[in-house]
């Protein structure tokens, strides 16, 4: 009898730990990962991440030094808008999953930690308000330039002899210098191509470059003197083309200085 009550008595033991090894892996909760963040603004960024698997919800942590985190937002989405930010301050971000279980939040180890430095690029400043064979890149999306690629910026595509690209900025005679890198777009193919960049503020031109296919990229500052109207405007020389071939030339980490 005592042998059968024993034997009846780890089976007991058995399933009650089989069942607490299942509850508690049940009540496991995946960690989130942090996907990308981007810079929305002068003064905001936004934070995005995955789906943790079971999970009701998610807590945002920041910190500008890379210790002392502070709870920034609780939410049941997979992005979070950051505003406020202070220009030129790096910001560190994580975060956790959670879900309920019996009632009670239970939650994920950490995710991994992501940072930006905001920053005052052009592109996030202000939209062009005229253009011409243009197109804006932020965020995730990129394009190459000597094989380096660009998140921030925007490129210009010309096909015929003659034919003029541009974009127009109303930066309200706010700033007194702008940077920017520039050359042609790695997806070019046709070896002569050849454009003139012209750099125009308040309908005077300030600053004009011989662009050539091959040639390095080139990083530049010029004084702007806080000009209302700011304009890039290409024109592709004569003969630079061939039939229907597009020319793409790149501009990227433009920032503009009080």
């Not at 706010?174 to 920017?180: A, E, P, W």
Request: with cysteine; hydrophobic share 30%.
């Amino acid at each position: 009898m005592k042998k059968v009550l024993s034997l009846i008595l780890t089976a007991v033991i058995a399933v009650s730990c089989l069942s607490f090894s299942a509850g508690a892996k049940k009540a496991k909760i995946k960690a989130p990962k942090l996907k990308y963040i981007t810079q929305t603004s002068l003064t905001s960024a936004k934070i995005s991440w995955s789906k943790a698997s079971g999970a009701k919800g998610y807590v945002l942590y920041y910190s500008t030094t890379g210790r002392g985190y502070k709870k920034l937002v609780t939410t049941s989405k997979k992005s979070y808008t950051h505003k406020k930010l202070k220009n030129n301050k790096k910001y560190y971000y994580k975060l956790k999953s959670y879900k309920k279980v019996k009632g009670k939040k239970k939650y994920s180890k950490y995710s991994n930690i992501k940072t930006i430095r905001c920053t005052n690029y052009l592109v996030n400043l202000h939209n062009p308000y005229r253009v011409k064979n243009f197109e804006i890149f932020k965020g995730i999306k990129s394009f190459k330039m000597n094989d380096t690629k660009y998140y921030n910026g925007f490129v210009f595509s010309t096909c015929s002899s003659g034919e003029e690209s541009f974009a127009d900025f109303n930066l309200k005679g706010k700033y007194s210098k702008i940077q920017f890198t520039f050359g042609y777009d790695d997806s070019t193919e046709y070896t002569k191509a050849e454009d003139t960049l012209s750099i125009i503020a308040d309908d005077e031109v300030i600053k004009t470059y011989e662009l050539k296919y091959g040639d390095l990229t080139k990083t530049v500052t010029l004084n702007i003197d806080n000009a209302n109207k700011l304009e890039f405007l290409i024109v592709t020389k004569d003969g630079s083309q061939f039939f229907l071939t597009l020319n793409k030339i790149g501009f990227a980490n433009i920032r503009v200085f009080k």
